[in-house]
């Protein structure tokens, strides 16, 4: 394969206009939840893990989508 080719394919994942194609499907669920107005609690339930583990989520997102809080995540 031609490394031109390579090189944008490499790429590709990264030049993403969603921002959303950084999440996890794991993540993206949280993430929705989340828009939902579901606190941590609610969440942890749902998926059965711990509300900590959900938070640890959370906080993932943030970071990979560049936001501080959940009222940014929604907008």
Same mark, same amino acid.
């Given at each position: 394969?031609?490394?031109?080719?390579?090189?944008?394919l490499?790429?590709?994942?990264f030049?993403s206009?969603?921002?959303?194609?950084? &999440?996890s499907? &794991?993540?993206?669920t949280?993430c929705? &939840?989340?828009?939902?107005g579901?606190?941590?609690?609610e969440?942890?339930?749902l &998926?059965?893990?711990?509300?900590k583990?959900?938070?640890?989520?959370?906080?993932?997102?943030?970071?990979k989508?560049g936001i501080?809080?959940?009222?940014?995540l929604?907008?």
């Amino acid at each position: 394969m031609p490394p031109d080719i390579v090189q944008a394919l490499a790429l590709s994942r990264f030049l993403s206009a969603n921002p959303f194609d950084k &999440l996890s499907p &794991l993540e993206l669920t949280v993430c929705n &939840l989340v828009i939902e107005g579901c606190w941590a609690s609610e969440i942890s339930q749902l &998926l059965a893990v711990s509300a900590k583990k959900i938070n640890t989520y959370r906080y993932r997102i943030f970071e990979k989508l560049g936001i501080d809080s959940d009222v940014e995540l929604t907008h």
